[in-house]
């Protein structure tokens, strides 16, 4: 299904916003036949988060984090990329909020203590911040808080059968005008501090991900194209020095955030209000763990780069499942006499000596396409003696757990054997290690 398709179904759902059943409508449409979310499916769905990031419920958003590991950064009831968003333009409360007498606060925040339903704490314009479920009644005994009830937070699954319904949310909204109102302005204004860190910093951190993304190479080999490597790699470096900028700068924001932090922490009203106020700093801090890069990630990306982007079979160096993912041409590099055998082990010790405490771990992969590698050293060990139309007549098979197979007529397979040797060590170096162990050349009788 094409982006807009799926954009026009998002768009229909947003009234309450995404929840989880939007959401498992989501991922059914954007699978596969199978029903399982390919690559372009995780692809359109990534899309739908970044753009209606703000439009997810708490419930949904989870719900897709869940199914695909995806994470919504900014959440209309759930926190944006620091835990904080804001779902209102105004201080008024919502018509259809219950608002609770003391006697029933008591007993409702006694009630969820069992349930968990989600609880927030309701910031001066109109943000809600998540926090851990706990018993605040003697805040709201004080006069500090009152509390509220929104009977419609998100719908939810109730059973096997598709039946839904309604979770509820318990809300504290602060009394401002009372003696804890200098440390509610002072945590509002933290929190809009701490939206703003995050999304700077993952707007940094996205550009150079997009800059150093492995897919800028796509296309840019067999050999022919070797010329726009410069180029792609050139682009790649580009844009490291903002990302260094970027780099000192948050973690300059983030330092100042952390006093601004310990000054509410020491101060009289914070210490009245007991441990909400470390419940509500530690949700509204700086989330710098975007679907991306995060700080400590992006510098030993870039140390990976100093060490090792100039060589001339890497292609690129972008984030992976491990940490760090180097692409290379195996081919290119074997034809100049390299060998991938121990290439990502080395690099991972420099990296190391470079960069002591280091938690990324490189992976190295090839960047030529599937059969690439079969088919060059075809042409260069076996077609030679058989010829490559006797080649392409008979072929090769790799089936299931069975061995690469080069399969000829008996008196050519006789000639390819004396090249079997040489041609499992072009595997081997190629980074095949298993099919070049198990290669065998048989004949068709």
Do not use: C
Request: aromatic residues 6%.
């Amino acid at each position: 299904m094409r982006i807009g398709e799926v954009k026009n179904f998002v768009e229909s759902r947003l009234a309450r916003g995404l929840s989880e059943k939007d959401v498992r409508d989501l991922t059914k449409l954007v699978a596969n036949d199978d029903g399982a979310v390919g690559a372009r499916g995780a692809d359109q769905l990534k899309k739908i988060a970044k753009e209606y990031g703000d439009r997810f419920t708490t419930a949904g958003a989870r719900t897709l984090e869940d199914l695909t590991g995806i994470h919504v950064k900014k959440r209309s009831d759930a926190g944006s990329s620091s835990g904080v968003v804001g779902i209102q333009t105004h201080d008024s409360i919502p018509s259809d909020w219950h608002r609770y007498t003391v006697s029933g606060a008591v007993a409702a925040f006694k009630k969820n203590e069992e349930a968990e339903n989600t609880l927030y704490y309701r910031a001066s314009g109109g943000d809600l911040i998540p926090l851990e479920v706990k018993n605040y009644s003697d805040l709201v005994k004080s006069g500090a808080i009152t509390l509220y009830k929104n009977p419609k937070e998100d719908q939810v699954e109730t059973d096997d059968d598709g039946g839904w319904e309604w979770s509820t949310s318990l809300i504290m909204v602060p009394n401002t005008k009372g003696e804890f109102a200098a440390v509610t302005q002072q945590l509002d204004k933290l929190a809009k501090s701490g939206i703003k860190i995050s999304k700077d910093w993952d707007d940094a951190q996205e550009k150079f991900h997009s800059a150093i993304h492995a897919s800028n190479f796509n296309g840019l080999i067999p050999d022919t194209q070797r010329p726009n490597w410069g180029k792609a790699k050139a682009e790649a470096k580009q844009a490291r020095p903002a990302f260094e900028a970027a780099i000192e700068k948050t973690e300059a924001a983030v330092a100042k955030w952390n006093e601004g932090a310990e000054a509410i922490r020491k101060s009289e009203g914070s210490k009245k209000l007991g441990g909400l106020v470390d419940n509500l700093l530690e949700s509204g801090k700086p989330n710098l763990d975007p679907v991306g890069i995060d700080l400590g990630h992006g510098k030993e990306i870039l140390k990976a780069q100093d060490l090792f982007f100039d060589r001339k079979e890497l292609l690129s160096i972008d984030p992976g499942f491990s940490g760090i993912r180097v692409q290379v041409d195996a081919l290119a590099h074997i034809e100049d006499g390299g060998t991938l055998v121990g290439y990502a082990d080395e690099m991972n010790k420099q990296l190391a000596a470079a960069m002591p405490g280091v938690k990324s771990i490189i992976e190295v992969e090839d960047a030529n396409r599937e059969g690439a590698v079969i088919e060059a050293m075809l042409d260069k060990f076996v077609a030679p003696l058989v010829g490559k139309t006797h080649i392409d007549d008979y072929g090769y098979a790799i089936g299931g757990d069975s061995p690469l197979s080069i399969q000829l007529s008996p008196e050519l397979a006789k000639k390819a054997k004396t090249v079997l040797a040489e041609m499992k060590d072009f595997l081997i170096r190629a980074g095949r290690e298993e099919e070049g162990k198990k290669l065998k050349v048989t004949s068709n009788d």
